[in-house]
């Protein structure tokens, strides 16, 4: 069974940074591109960072300079790193993975169960 779980969530201050990790466990043979989403309340989710399996990019338009995104592809483990954080970056953070599990299924969108950020003013 394929598992993605985040951790290193937390209250920080305006101005402070946190650093999320997203580990994957479980039988498979390759993960493809990673993504961070991000959910607040009363909010749709929103789709934050993605890196690819080759490490290229893409961040959404609110967190450009202040987010970085990275990937241990031996440790099966994605980070994002939160820089200047501000109060309106307040939410729950996911982890969403394309992971080839099957050939015979292809690569499959998994979840994990988010960790919680709170930036306080």
């Known amino acids: 069974q394929v598992q993605l779980v985040e951790s290193g969530g937390g209250l920080v201050q305006a101005g402070g940074s946190l650093r999320l990790s997203c580990i994957a466990s479980?039988?498979?043979?390759?993960?493809?591109?990673m993504n961070w989403y991000r959910q607040a309340p009363g909010k749709e989710r929103e789709l934050v960072a993605t890196?690819?399996?080759?490490?290229?990019?893409n961040f959404a338009d609110s967190i450009k300079g202040r987010f970085t995104v990275s990937r241990d592809n031996a440790k099966n483990t994605m980070y994002l790193q939160m820089n200047s954080l501000k109060p309106e970056d307040t939410a729950v953070y996911l982890c969403?993975?394309?992971?080839?599990?099957?050939?015979?299924?292809?690569?499959?969108?998994?979840w994990g169960k988010g960790t919680l950020v709170t930036v306080s003013s």
């Open positions: 890196i690819t399996s080759r490490g290229n990019t």
């Open positions: 969403n993975a394309n992971i080839l599990a099957s050939l015979s299924r292809g690569g499959v969108d998994y």
């Open positions: 479980g039988r498979f043979f390759s993960i493809n591109a």
